[in-house]
């Protein structure tokens, strides 16, 4: 199947328009001409007449009759040289007074002067004919139309030739001049081909304006790409770095219980296997999470949220994630906040912050969550009695791995960071008044609760 060629697509577009064109202006100057010969082969016939009636006027009928032919001879030569035509004239009584024609004789006619074509000896004449100014004598001038088409093809022959070789040459010039056109786009493909070891930049300034659109569009997908590929060896050497610590300590406690013999040294290394595993699938599923929510460019699920009706719900169900640490929560709520925003990954980012503050706070401890509204934002505020966060992390906050203690993968924060970010909010850290950390999401309200 042969592969359509933008070049000749546009070749056929060009060209067929031009070529329909060029046969309506033929036909158009053929008929113009055709309209202008019959007019001025008519005009020739008129002036003959005239010159030989302005002739005969000056000279008797009888000498004019007695001359017969020779009469008409004479007149003849004072006519521009060239074809003759067909002269008869008679007076008022039908007498001809000058014959030089092979044409049937015509009855005298009263009307106005007329023109008329007939047939004879198979050939067509155009016939004009007429009296005098004063009513003395009767004209009849006669051409062959054979004359008339003869000088229709010369002036036919003169204007269309040329035409035709100018259409002749069209197509090739058609091809050159699209190929000159279409030269950026070749530009371009050229950028492509000759950057491969990095990303071209397509929209330049010798670019045509209309090809600004498509190479705009061309680099923003390169750029996402771009964007994507990056996060995506982002994530891979993450995983690969963060999963190398765990998966050595479980291979080490795995070798540990199969060569020991002693049942409670063996069920000690498989608990911390266990435990291990444990901490290997949440840092997984954070790191699934992560990527998943950076990946993201709109919510796909935005709508309006109570959230202060989310934020209780997490905090009943991290109850049981507290009691084990002796760390009580509480819970002061505005329950007119609404956001709009995607109830899944909300819930993600505010169960993060609760079991991060869980995590750090002292045990026992206190964690105190508070949902409010302040100056046109919603804020989820997160306070616990911990050690509190040095302030070079509070400035780093949101990066991946950055970890304020030994515990935890550090990877929490971060994933509350994207979804703030990606819900046009913020997330901060400050100084808690329980004097531990103060961890503080904060995200646009809907516009009719402002």
Same mark, same amino acid.
């Given at each position: ?221 390169? $750029?996402?790409?771009?964007? $994507? ?31 020991? $013999? ?189």
């Amino acid at each position: 199947m042969r592969r359509p060629s933008l070049q000749r697509r546009l070749l056929w577009f060009v060209g067929l328009p031009v070529v329909a064109l060029w046969i309506g202006a033929g036909l158009w100057l053929a008929q113009g001409a055709r309209h202008e010969t019959a007019e001025m082969f008519d005009r020739e016939l008129e002036r003959t007449g005239a010159s030989v009636l302005a002739v005969i006027a000056s000279v008797p009928d009888a000498a004019l009759a007695a001359r017969g032919d020779g009469a008409a001879i004479a007149v003849a030569e004072h006519e521009d040289e060239g074809p003759r035509p067909e002269i008869v004239v008679r007076d008022r009584s039908g007498r001809v007074l000058l014959d030089a024609s092979s044409l049937p004789p015509l009855e005298l006619d009263e009307a106005t002067a007329h023109f008329h074509s007939m047939t004879h000896a198979g050939e067509t004449w155009r016939v004009y004919q007429r009296w005098d100014a004063s009513g003395r004598h009767w004209i009849q001038v006669a051409a062959p139309l054979h004359d008339r088409d003869e000088l229709l093809s010369a002036l036919l022959r003169g204007t269309l030739l040329p035409l035709l070789a100018l259409l002749l040459l069209l197509p090739l010039a058609t091809w050159l001049g699209l190929r000159g056109g279409l030269a950026p786009l070749r530009s371009v493909s050229r950028a492509i081909d000759a950057q491969p070891a990095r990303t071209p930049t397509l929209t330049r300034a010798d670019v045509p304006a209309e090809l600004l659109q498509l190479t705009r569009a061309v680099d923003a997908l390169v $750029a996402k790409l771009d964007t $994507a590929l990056a996060r995506e060896r982002r994530f891979t050497a993450d995983a690969a770095h963060e999963l190398r610590h765990p998966l050595s300590v479980l291979q080490l406690e795995l070798d540990l219980a199969g060569e020991t $013999a002693d049942a409670a040294s063996r069920a000690q290394h498989l608990q911390r296997a266990g435990e291990g595993l444990q901490r290997m699938e949440r840092l997984v599923t954070q790191l699934l999470t992560l990527a998943r929510v950076e990946s993201l460019e709109a919510l796909p699920d935005a709508a309006a949220l109570p959230l202060a009706a989310l934020v209780r719900t997490a905090v009943a169900e991290a109850g049981e994630r507290a009691i084990p640490r002796d760390v009580a929560l509480s819970l002061a709520a505005d329950g007119d906040v609404v956001v709009l925003g995607s109830a899944g990954l909300l819930d993600i980012a505010v169960h993060n912050l609760i079991d991060n503050a869980i995590a750090h706070g002292r045990t026992p401890g206190c964690v105190d969550i508070g949902v409010r509204a302040e100056g046109g934002m919603a804020e989820v505020n997160i306070d616990d009695n911990g050690p509190g966060m040095p302030a070079d992390q509070a400035r780093r906050l949101g990066e991946r791995f950055l970890r304020s203690s030994g515990s935890g993968s550090g990877l929490g924060l971060s994933i509350v960071h994207a979804i703030a970010t990606l819900h046009g909010g913020v997330l901060a850290a400050e100084r808690s008044p329980l004097g531990g950390a103060r961890i503080t999401l904060r995200l646009p309200l809907q516009a009719h609760h402002r």
